[in-house]
């Protein structure tokens, strides 16, 4: 997972699982032990939406020179992944989403 976020912004739970050839359940327990034991990885999003980055000084010590990939554009599962997440933060504070069409 570590050598994924190197090349990666960020890994959501279904991808991990499937890098990994494991449960979901078994994964995030992973994540979430390599965020609180290791400091490794830093959670963001909630529930579903729950998604890992690799911070960003550890990446950049991990990583080689130049890793082309960490300037590319993120996947369109884990770009879902985080606009839901902050929209449903967003709702359960009861702060304003986008604007009707502001999106397009």
């Known amino acids: 997972m570590l050598q994924y ?4 912004l960020g890994i959501d739970t279904s991808t991990a699982a ?18 609180r034991q290791y400091s490794h990885i830093e959670r963001g999003g909630t529930d579903r939406g729950t998604y890992w980055t690799m911070r ?3 990446r950049r ?8 990939e ?8 884990t770009a879902k992944t985080r ?8 709702a359960e504070h009861k ?3 986008p604007a009707h069409g502001s999106l397009s």
């Open 5 to 8: 976020l190197i090349r990666h």
């Open 18 to 35: 499937r890098i990994c050839q494991r449960q979901e359940s078994e994964v995030r327990e992973i994540l979430s032990q390599m965020e």
């Open 56 to 58: 960003s000084d550890l």
């Open 61 to 68: 010590d991990l990583a080689a020179d130049s890793v082309p």
């Open 70 to 77: 960490l300037d590319a554009r993120i996947d369109w599962e």
């Open 83 to 90: 606009i839901l997440s902050v929209l449903k933060q967003r």
């Open 95 to 97: 702060e304003p989403g």
